[in-house]
């Protein structure tokens, strides 16, 4: 099987899109409503998970034959902890600042019920490479949703992208204000049920 | 009205299918039925046809809002009298003009928004025109402070119609009240203009009516409760118990006058449109969670005088009773009303940062309202259920 096949290309491909673990799957939620007030913590979030879920959809399909069924759920457990940690002290180390605002939330990757269910869906039934595919995968489509709600909560809830201020000042002082709301959890719910809206209305397997 | 009847029929064939404006049918059938009562006779089954569809209950519903209406709009421009201090020399009747022109440009984008919305919904998914929006329109300017920007006013507009109606498939389906959604958008998302002490009371001379005051502030009479002062009206007197009746102070614009809506209430009740019995349980709950929180209320103050501030009165009349929201079953009415009133009063009594509750104690029970329903028809069956293993 070549390293790009067909299959290959799939397993990276359907979690982008046709089964996006937050809009389709709706897994991750919690995370995608937390973050996404400002748009640094929100890719540092989306990267770390992608991380994580594609080494441990790896470690775990190197050892998949040898994981006895019964203890399987604490393995990954102890796999998926084990990587949640070292990004944690890599992100204390090198980012400091978006560590203090991620708070909690990181080390919270572990409960992430796409880590979970890419292990026990996923890792457990197929080769090192193709997980390794679809961890990616699975992590960037999470990672997309997150980055697109974050991208509108900042720039209508402060006015910047970035910590950049985007709307100049002249904007201000013709009437315009920051929507407060944007800023609350709600407005995460709300542009989520848009991107779920949108994305059901244009492949219409996903209609029920 | 022959004449306007035989130009419609003539201009009909346009719309229809084929037609060179077929594009717009939605619009003219939504004009032609709100002219004239349809004659369309229904194709299968058993029908029964009442004279009162829903486009005459929205008429009447928005007739009863006129004197609250007109009310606040002579009150606009006597609080920017009172504010400039020429409140001796205007006459009430430029007062009023003033607060007209003040008023319009807000029904205006208002009705504009809303309905561009439900004709292009109409129009996209092939149906008729839904007529919930004639009474949504001109309750969403009258529930916001007069100086709440247009801009702002189309935006929480849009995003009532679109996130809580059409998206739960338009008119009669919505779980929560349209024009309440849209103050509550923009009481989240902009809380500086529909709160504070800068908005209330109209500041711009327009057209060379009213008069411009700078730097001035008045807070809305709850504010002052909250803050445990004196009622102070535009003028920096306090406020008598006269004025809070015929609504002499500021506040948003259609809920300060309780004269001018015991009218539209009488409306409502004398044409059946409206349940008393909802009514009447929001003001029950309300005065008994007064006095529950007796001691907690600023004193010397009377306690019936709370009902007559804030948007009490309005919320009660006009937004509680609203048929599509609250609750259907008769029981359930009055649970619905007394969890308004008691909720209105304990979000004003117990949560600081809240002068006023009304809007979100009715948000509250219109999400709960099912729950109301079921439980008060689940009751009945089960009680039936009993008599009747009871006879056997």
Redo the contacts between chains.
Sequence with gaps: MGLFSKKNKEAFNTPLFKENPVTVQVLGICSALAVTSKLEPAIVMGLSVTIIVAMANVIISLIRNTIPMRIRIIIQLVVVAALVTLVSEVLKAFAYDVSVQLSVYIGLIITNCILMGRLEAFAMANKPWPSFLDGVGNGLGYAMILVIVAVFREFFGTGALLNIQIIPQSFYDAGYLNNGLMLMTPAAFILIACIVWYQRAKDKSLQE | MKFLRNYLNKIKPNFEEGGKLHAFRSLFDGFETFLFVPNDTSKSGVNIHDAIDSKRIMSLVVISLLPAMLLGMYNIGLQNALAAGTAETTSWFSMFLYGLLVMLPKIAVSYIVGLGIEFTVAQWKNEEIHEGFLVSGILIPMIVPVGC?L??LALATAFAVI?AKE?FGGTGMNIVNVALIARA?IF??????ISGDTVWVATESICGFGATVDGYTCATALQYVANGQEIMGAAGTALSTTDMLFGFMPGSIGETSVIAIAIGAAILLYTGVASWKTMLSVFVGGIVMLFVFADKLPAGMPIWEHLLLGGFCFGAVFMATDPVTSARTETGKYIYGFGIGAMTIIIRVLNPGYPEGMMLAILLMNVVAPFIDYCVVQSNVNARAKRLTKKN
Excluded: G, L, N
């Design positions: 920007p801009w702002i996130f998206v958008f989240f998302a902009y809380p500086s203009v």
